[in-house]
């Protein structure tokens, strides 16, 4: 498959995921969180697909396009792992109903590893019943797999559900 291709899997992975997670989530109340700004691509979709919400944005830098940069007082600016501590006393345990992380480099093992670290405190911080959506496998106390979305092949996305 070229990596065209494999761009395209991966983004429509993504927007079907996403989609889901949103329906799953409905029902559920609380923020939503984004780990990964970039260019601020999915966080303008999740205020498209969850209108109505709170949506706090993780990154260690804005560099996204200005229509999509989130407002000073809903964004953790910094490395995820020095910012989470602070989330989690800010915002409080269990209080999104809906996490998107989307953290990955070029850099396969470090970009698991990263998630690896963060996934303990992105599910405490993660209501009973709230839906992560990621693109690592994220094991973690209290996260159990979802079924993924027709279509999106095994480990392209992740889901998972807060128990
Ligand atoms: N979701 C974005 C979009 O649709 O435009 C793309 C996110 S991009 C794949 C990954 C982002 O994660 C980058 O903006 C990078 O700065 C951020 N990131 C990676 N590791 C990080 C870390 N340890 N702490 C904070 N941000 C990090």
Same mark, same amino acid.
């Given at each position: 498959m070229s990596r065209l291709d494999s761009f395209i899997r991966r983004l429509e992975a993504q927007r079907n995921c996403l989609a889901d997670a949103a329906s799953r989530a409905k029902a559920i109340p609380g923020i939503v969180l984004e780990f990964g700004l970039g260019n601020g691509r999915t966080y303008d979709h999740l205020r498209e697909i969850c209108p109505g919400r709170e949506i706090y944005v993780f990154d260690r830098q804005v560099a996204a396009h200005p229509d999509c940069i989130p407002p000073a007082d809903h964004l953790f600016l910094g490395d995820f792992t020095d910012t989470l501590p602070a989330a989690l006393a800010r915002?409080? $345990?269990?209080? $999104? $109903?809906f996490v998107h992380v989307?953290?990955?480099?070029?850099d396969a093992a470090a970009s698991q590893a990263l998630a690896s670290a963060i996934a303990p405190q992105v599910s405490a911080l993660m209501a009973p019943g709230g839906i992560l959506v990621s693109d690592q496998p994220m094991p973690a106390p209290g996260l159990g797999t979802l079924p993924l979305p027709d279509g999106v092949k095994p480990g392209r996305y992740f889901m998972a559900t807060r128990q």
């Open positions: 915002l409080g $345990a269990g209080s $999104a $109903a989307d953290l990955g480099s070029g």
